[in-house]
Structures are given as structure tokens and as C-alpha cells.
């Protein structure tokens, strides 16, 4: 009986290690997957859907415009959506996609951006 | 002689209802027969499990038909199937059919699906797609009842934003995502339902994230969709 258990173990223990974690993706393959459709290939606010929001989506490339946001605010709008921080709900809250250090990520491929 | 009546009718309608069973499942295995022979597996995924990363979901071709029999409706994929139509104008990844305008991205070429079937072929090809269930998804949630349509259309266009992904008539709204203005025909609302409330559970890198709403609020959306047609 011992023996048996045992070995359920075993498999189990096997198990997990054989199943992949969720992989964590680069903050430019993330920007580009879920960031490109408002906020525009090049990230200046001239998504497929900009035309379609009423406020128009930030442009990353301004560094006077994203100069205005400290990175907690940039990470709580990615994470919690922009009506968290007073914006556009357009923003959506991006949390159930994207972990807390994919977050943080995106926020320094942001800086690079707007080059500041 | 009233108990052999009965009787009788019983039998009858038990031999019309084999029949029936039985011309659906003859059905069912023409249409997986046309699936392979068309090669629809080419461009759908046929089986589970959904791509996992973003490496993969850039590779797709076509929407995921694995969960199909679930999400749509048996006589809108009948008529889809002999004559396609755009319901993403972007494509089924956007981010793949997009040029830099301009000023501002343009969607590229996109074309419909391919499918050209019969209206026999298209019919027994709907019969084996709906017997491609979610296994999780609870049937009979929606029902077609009253609802407040003031205050779906505020969580829809204002709170949650949805008309900025997606069309909700056909000359406005996002076109990121697939058009919702003609939903109520293409879509199952239990379906509907169940995506809303986890997207992630059938496709974990859609680019929709999951909303924090109440059930309420997931079926005032659902009901809202339903009844655009």
C-alpha cells in the first residue's frame, strides 16, 4: 500500500514538473499583441481603433505627454484599467492577462518610448 | 382499444425520432468527413488545448472551432458556411494585417473565409461543428426575457468600453475585434455569457481581459449582444 502510494506520488510529483508555467512575454511582444490596437504600431495614438474611442488613447512617444504620469500611475492604468486613475475607460484592466512583472516591464518599454 | 392507440402513437413517434437522431448523426459524420476533406483544419484549430503563448496566437490563421458547438448558433454557421462573411475587419489577429499609414494604422488586405459548401454540405458540416461543446459552459443561463436595454447600452458604450474594439453598427466601433452588430444571429448568449466572464479561459492570450462585473451585469452585456441583429 506504502509502495503504491508512493509511486502516485511519484507520477504526481512528475507531473508538475513536466507542466509548462505560464510564460512570461516580452513587454515588446505584449505592447505589440494588446497595446497596437489603440495606441497605434509606432505607439503615437494612432491605433485601428483610435477613431472609434472618445478619448483619444495617450501617445507613447510624446515624452511631454507621458512626462504627466509618475510609473505607479502608468502601472495602476495597465494593471486596473484607466478609470482607476481618473481616465478613459477604454483602457481596459489588463490584469487578468498580464502578471504584476510584465507590468513593470511595460512600463520601462514605455520610457523607452517617449525616451524619458 | 384507447391503451393500443396510444400505444401505436408512441411508437410511431419513438420511429421518427430515431430517424431524426439517426439522419443527424449520418449528418454529422458527412460534415467531419467535408472538415478533413476541405482541410478546414489547416487554418482552425480543431482541438484544444488554446494557444498559450503569443509566439502561437501570431501563427493563427483563423478563429478556434474547438469550442464552436457551443458558441454559435446552427443556422447562422449553415449560411456562414455557404457564404462567408467579414465578422473581424482586421483579420483574426489584427495585429498581422496592419500597415503604418500616414499618421495612423490602416487595416491591410483581409479577406473572408474560403468556404464555399453547398447547402447540404454546409448543413452536415453545422451538425458536426456543434457537437464541438466547451464542457464547462452552462446552458440555459440567458433567457429571452425583459431586460433593462438603457443600462446594458451604459456598461457597453461608457463603463466597459466595448464599442471601442468592437463594431456595434456596421459604420462604428473598434474593428480589433469581431463585429457585434450582427451577434444576436452568430452568437450563442449562454455562450456569450461564459466568454464575458472569463475570455481568457478559452483563448488565454485574446487581447480582451477579463472585466470585474457581477453575473447581473455579464448577462445584461449578454442580452444586450443577443438582441443585436
Redesign the interface.
Known amino acids: 500500500m506504502k509502495k503504491v502510494s508512493l509511486m502516485v506520488l511519484s507520477v504526481m510529483f512528475l507531473g508538475l514538473m513536466i507542466t509548462p508555467l505560464a510564460v512570461a512575454e516580452k513587454a515588446e511582444d505584449n505592447y505589440k499583441l494588446y497595446c497596437f490596437q489603440c495606441h497605434g504600431s509606432k505607439g503615437s495614438g494612432g491605433g485601428i481603433n483610435a477613431a472609434a474611442l472618445s478619448t483619444a488613447p495617450r501617445d507613447h512617444t510624446s515624452a511631454t505627454e507621458m512626462k504627466k504620469l509618475t510609473d505607479e500611475n502608468i502601472f495602476t492604468a495597465i494593471k486596473e484599467g484607466g478609470a482607476a486613475v481618473s481616465k478613459s475607460t477604454f483602457m481596459p484592466p489588463w490584469k487578468s492577462i498580464l502578471t504584476d512583472d510584465e507590468i513593470k516591464d511595460m512600463v520601462k518599454y514605455l520610457h523607452g518610448l517617449c525616451k524619458c | 382499444m384507447k391503451s393500443l392507440k396510444l400505444l401505436i402513437s408512441l411508437i410511431v413517434f419513438a420511429l421518427f425520432l430515431s430517424v431524426g437522431i439517426g439522419n443527424s448523426i449520418a449528418d454529422e459524420k458527412k460534415g467531419k468527413a467535408l472538415v478533413e476533406s476541405k482541410k478546414c483544419g489547416s487554418c482552425h484549430k480543431m482541438q484544444g488545448p488554446p494557444d498559450?503563448?503569443?509566439?502561437d496566437?501570431?501563427k493563427r490563421k483563423a478563429p478556434d472551432l474547438f469550442y464552436a458547438g457551443s458558441k454559435f448558433k446552427i443556422e447562422w454557421l449553415e449560411g456562414f458556411l455557404q457564404k462567408p462573411t467579414m465578422i473581424r475587419p482586421?483579420g483574426t489577429v489584427?495585429?498581422n494585417n496592419?500597415k503604418?499609414?500616414e499618421?495612423?494604422?490602416?487595416?491591410g488586405d483581409v479577406k473572408p473565409c474560403t468556404s464555399a459548401l453547398s447547402k447540404d454540405e454546409a448543413h452536415e458540416v453545422a451538425e458536426y461543428l456543434m457537437t464541438m461543446k466547451e464542457p464547462t459552459m452552462k446552458t440555459g443561463v440567458i433567457v429571452d426575457d425583459k431586460f433593462s436595454k438603457a443600462k446594458a447600452k451604459v456598461l457597453f458604450g461608457?463603463?466597459?468600453?466595448c464599442?471601442?474594439?468592437h463594431r456595434d453598427k456596421a459604420d462604428?466601433?473598434?474593428?480589433?475585434c469581431p463585429t457585434l452588430y450582427n451577434a444576436g444571429e452568430r452568437l450563442n448568449p449562454d455562450w456569450v455569457f461564459d466568454f464575458l466572464k472569463?475570455?481568457?479561459k478559452y483563448d488565454?492570450?485574446i487581447?480582451?481581459?477579463?472585466?470585474?462585473l457581477s453575473d447581473e451585469d455579464f448577462m445584461l452585456l449578454a442580452k444586450l449582444i443577443a438582441s443585436m441583429k
Open positions: 498559450k503563448t503569443i509566439a496566437v501570431l482586421a489584427y495585429v496592419i503604418m499609414g499618421k495612423k494604422d490602416e487595416i461608457q463603463k466597459e468600453g464599442s471601442g474594439c462604428s466601433g473598434g474593428t480589433s472569463n475570455p481568457q488565454p492570450k487581447w480582451m481581459p477579463r472585466r470585474e
